[in-house]
C-alpha cells in the first residue's frame, strides 16, 4: 500500500457520503443496503460525546459504533451485504483534531480490554460475545487496530472482522461480518480502510478543505 496523506479538513456528513466505496468494490454478490446507510447530514456536528469510550458498556459499544455519538464532527457508514449471512462494513469518523481522531482509535482498544465476554441484544436476541484487540499492519502509512469479535446470536455464530486506523482528523474502519457463516473472503478489511483513505483525499481537494 503507498502512503496516503493523513486527512486533514472537515467535510460534513453529506460529503463523507462519497467517500464511501461503491457498488463496484464488492465482490458479486454483495449489494450496498441503503437500510444500513448513517450520516451526520449536511451540518458539521459539535456536541460532546454522548457514549465515553471509558465507561460506555461493551454491549452498547458495539451496538453503536457506526452511528453518531462519539464527539464527531461528521459520520458516514454503509454495509455491503448478501443475504442475511455476509456483509461488508464501512465508516468513516471525522474529528475536530488529529489528537481526537487518534483518542478514539485508542480508546476503542482499551475498550475491548474490558469486553472479553459480555452479553449483548440485537432485533431481540440476546447472545455472549467476547471482544479483542491487536495492533495491525500499517494501512497507508497510518497505524492500524485490528477488533475481533465472536460470539452467538439466536443460535448462530457471529465474527466480525474490523480494521481501524486514524488518519490526521479521520478514523477509518472496514469490516467484514459472518452471521451464521464464515465472515467473507475476496475482499480484506484493510483494503476496505485504505481505498476510503484514498477516496477522502481526493474528496478534500474537491472540496476545498
Do not use: W
Not at 458516514?76 to 483518542?103: E, H, L, M, P, T
Not at 479483542?132 to 497510518?142: D, E, K
Not at 485504505?194 to 481526493?202: D, E, F, G, T
Amino acid at each position: 500500500m503507498s502512503p496516503v496523506p493523513a486527512a486533514s479538513g472537515q467535510l460534513t456528513g453529506a460529503q463523507l457520503e462519497t467517500v464511501l466505496l461503491p457498488q463496484s468494490y464488492f465482490p458479486a454478490g454483495f449489494t450496498l443496503s441503503s437500510s444500513s446507510a448513517v450520516s451526520s447530514g449536511s451540518a458539521l456536528l459539535s456536541a460532546p460525546p454522548q457514549y465515553d469510550l471509558a465507561t460506555v458498556s461493551c454491549a452498547t459499544f458495539v451496538n453503536h459504533f457506526g452511528t453518531t455519538g462519539f464527539g464527531e464532527t461528521a459520520l458516514a457508514s454503509v454495509s455491503a451485504a448478501a443475504g442475511q449471512s455476509q456483509a461488508f462494513d464501512q465508516v468513516v469518523y471525522q474529528f475536530g483534531s488529529v489528537g481526537a481522531a487518534s483518542a478514539f482509535v485508542s480508546g476503542v482498544a482499551s475498550l475491548a480490554g474490558r469486553c472479553r465476554s459480555f452479553s449483548a441484544s440485537d432485533n431481540g436476541a440476546t447472545g455472549s460475545f467476547t471482544l479483542r484487540a491487536a495492533s495491525g499492519p500499517p494501512v497507508g502509512g497510518h497505524p492500524s487496530v485490528e477488533l475481533t469479535q465472536a460470539g452467538v446470536l439466536n443460535h448462530a455464530s457471529l465474527a466480525i472482522s474490523t480494521v481501524l486506523s486514524a488518519s490526521g482528523v479521520d478514523v477509518f474502519a472496514g469490516a467484514a461480518v459472518g452471521l451464521g457463516a464464515p465472515t467473507p473472503a475476496g475482499l480484506a478489511p484493510a483494503t476496505i480502510v485504505y481505498n476510503l483513505m484514498k477516496r477522502q483525499a481526493a474528496a478534500a481537494v474537491l472540496g476545498g478543505s
